[in-house]
């Protein structure tokens, strides 16, 4: 058992709130508490999530074939964002009159990532303008397919494949699970991308320069500034990544702004632009208002 405390307020309870909200087969969340199966290096790892003291979490491994104490704990910080200095933002939202109110209403909710790039961009691309909750079903079509799990008690819990293994499936099977023609192209050469090491985490991570890897990324064929940005955020933690032209922060604008119609790119590019190096943050929290 491990207790990881944040940098900063953080709430499990928002954690489970938004947890609660998603059906991502990768997790699963049942009486207050998270289980997530992880593999490390090839040592796969059962985790159980609750709450722990006051702005931190408990980790309980149910299940181990090998992974360090350490690996654990490290993953836990990144998925959750518990480095993150959270008072920073918040200092900056209570200047700001759209995110003042969600500071006061969701105290200590933190992005939740996706640690391993390959998930963050078949998500990415499986999520473009389509329902969220459908995308979610054939993100679960996907990775049953490969079959990659892990059984505790009885119970099934999925691992996240490789990226080789998902553009290695044919093209008709993708098709099959309903995902378009289109979008079975642009998986398998972003998937082909990660293995090779093009679009590979490591790789994306020498950049500094928020434009220039938002520059290389988009210059891949299915990573448009959307996808890109969704990856900057949730993976990378570029903490000043807005997913450009995300119907949610558009709802959102109208909503807080109190807007008959839906703002202009260029009325959206001026608030958001205020953000700065907070724009990941104030896009989490303005999603909350709707």
Known sequence: MMEIKARGPYSFEETLRYMKRQDDCLYTVKNDAVYKAESFGGHKVLMKLTAGAEDSVQIEVL???GASSEDIRDYCIEWLDLGYDLESFYEF?????RLGRMVEKRHGYRMVGKVDITDAFLWAILGQQITMSFAYVLKRRVVEYCGHHLEYEGERFLLMPPAAEIAAIHSDVLREMQISRRKT???QDVMKGVDAGEL???RLETFEDYGEVLK????YRGIGPWSANTVLMRTLKFRNAVPVGDAGIKNAIRLVDGMD????????DQVTD???????Y???YMWETL
């Open 63 to 65: 299940f181990n074939e």
């Open 93 to 97: 939202a209570c200047g700001d009159q």
């Open 185 to 187: 192209e642009y998986i």
């Open 200 to 202: 590979s985490k490591a």
């Open 216 to 219: 290389y990324m988009t210059s």
């Open 261 to 268: 119609a839906a703002p202009s790119r260029a009325y959206i």
């Open 274 to 280: 205020q953000w700065g190096e907070f724009g990941m």
């Open 282 to 284: 104030a896009t989490l």
